[in-house]
């Protein structure tokens, strides 16, 4: 099975900041890598597929890239709107799995 | 709108059975895989279950495979969980969710697979004696 691990598990930003959060997966998965912001009580939104597509309506200051198995997503100028948890998912033949998510807090 | 409502959840004891029912609208239920994931209170998102927009060939975790069986009824636009044998560890939020027609791979039989485009709001399955 591939293991996704991400980092940091919680990140600490003022409004305004630039942000990354890193994705890793145990192997290769074609860049098949999709990240979803989830609030409390809410579900989950996808916000990118395919490594680096951004999904219709979400703002451009998100960005995904990298490929094999290191993924990167960066929020540019963080908004009030942005604190929530990151997920990150690998979907590549035929198996899912998320990484463990990580929490971005007001600083 | 594109819309999906679970329904089943509820309290039940170790080892019990529980049906969890999930009804599409908006889209053409038929043409997408669809998907189970899970939440424990607190905790991250853990994948389930995938079917492929047909029925029949279908995907499983290991934490749940030979207990939970999922299927779908086209003719209803109905996605299904049957969750037998339940343990303490599968008390969660349980979400279907609908894969996105794009971005992804498709198997030889014309089936698609992807991210995971809408989601439902959720119901919550506690396992408790």
């Known amino acids: 099975d591939i293991q996704m691990t991400q980092s940091p598990s919680t990140l600490s930003a003022p409004v305004g900041d630039r942000v990354t959060i890193t994705c890793r997966a145990s192997?290769?998965?074609?860049?098949?890598l999709a990240w979803y912001q989830q609030k409390p009580g809410k579900a989950p939104k996808l916000l990118i597929y395919k490594a680096s597509t951004l999904e219709t309506g979400v703002p451009s200051r998100f960005t995904g890239s990298g490929s094999g198995t290191e993924f990167t997503l960066t929020i540019t100028a963080v908004q009030p709107d942005d604190f929530a948890t990151y997920y990150c998912?690998?979907?590549?033949?035929?198996?899912?799995?998320f990484g463990q998510g990580t929490k971005l807090e007001i600083k | 709108d594109v819309q999906l409502v679970e329904s089943g959840g509820g309290l039940v004891q170790p080892g019990g059975s529980l049906r969890l029912s999930c009804v599409a609208s908006g889209f053409t239920f038929s043409n997408f895989a669809m998907n189970w994931v899970r939440q424990a209170p607190g905790k991250g998102l853990e994948w389930v279950s995938t079917i492929r927009n047909s029925g029949g060939t279908t995907y499983s975790a290991d934490s749940v495979k030979g207990r939970f069986t999922i299927s779908r009824d086209n003719s209803e636009n109905t996605l299904y969980l049957q969750m037998n044998d339940l343990r303490g560890e599968d008390t969660a939020v349980y979400y279907c969710a609908k894969t996105f027609g794009g971005g992804g791979y498709c198997s030889i039989g014309g089936s698609c697979y992807s991210a995971f485009d809408i989601w439902g709001q959720g119901t919550m399955v506690t396992v408790s004696s």
């Open positions: 998912q690998q979907y590549n033949d035929y198996s899912w799995a």
């Open positions: 192997q290769s998965i074609n860049n098949y």
